[in-house]
């Protein structure tokens, strides 16, 4: 089993999670987009939240300033959430509005909070498990989603916080967090998610 967990690890990489709710809204958004549009905001958000955060990596990772793509050290992680945090706005600045995408507009607006935050918290020496941030704001936001769309998809909420508990279990196999930063990690990916959900719920 512990040779297993690891791979929770990358399966939910926060780089992962923008893709996989936008999937889940583009699903359960069947009246007001079509084909061709989910596609195209599907393959921006990629672009924009994996494609490109990748290509950094690379050139960061190739200039020595970091050293593996779990980004461990707290001095790694600052140039990192900062780049998110740039991509983020110029999603919900020019490509998934509020008036068009009201839903994963607020999402990714939860998501620049979260990782505002957890930038800010590295000046305090203080690391925040970026996986828990993001595996916990998926599980709010696909939960809001159900509620919203007023369907039944109890099974992937109960399996999204069963993966809550693997990818808890993976970072502590792993020895990439401690038992705090998990907490403060889940927590700074749910409360911003529950505070927006109020506004499009």
Do not use: D
Request: net charge positive; hydrophobic share 60%.
């Amino acid at each position: 089993m512990k040779k297993l967990l690891p791979l929770f690890s990358y399966v939910f990489h926060p780089v992962f999670i923008p893709v996989y709710a936008t999937l889940y809204y583009l699903l359960l958004n069947n009246s007001n987009l079509g084909n061709q549009e989910k596609y195209l905001v599907l393959a921006q958000i990629a672009i924009i939240t994996i494609l490109i955060p990748l290509l950094f990596f690379f050139i960061l990772r190739y200039s020595g300033k970091i050293g593996s793509i779990m980004a461990p050290a707290l001095s790694e992680r600052k140039l990192p959430l900062l780049i998110q945090c740039f991509l983020i706005i110029l999603l919900v600045r020019h490509t998934i509005t509020v008036e068009r995408y009201i839903e994963l507009h607020f999402f990714l607006l939860g998501a620049l909070f979260s990782t505002l935050i957890a930038l800010l918290l590295l000046f305090v020496k203080k690391k925040a498990s970026l996986h828990m941030m993001g595996i916990s704001a998926l599980t709010l936001f696909a939960f809001g989603l159900t509620l919203h769309y007023k369907t039944q998809n109890i099974a992937l909420i109960l399996f999204l916080i069963l993966m809550n508990g693997f990818v808890a279990s993976s970072r502590l196999v792993m020895k990439a967090h401690t038992s705090t930063e998990l907490i403060i990690g889940v927590l700074l990916g749910s409360i911003p998610q529950i505070l927006l959900l109020f506004l499009w719920l």
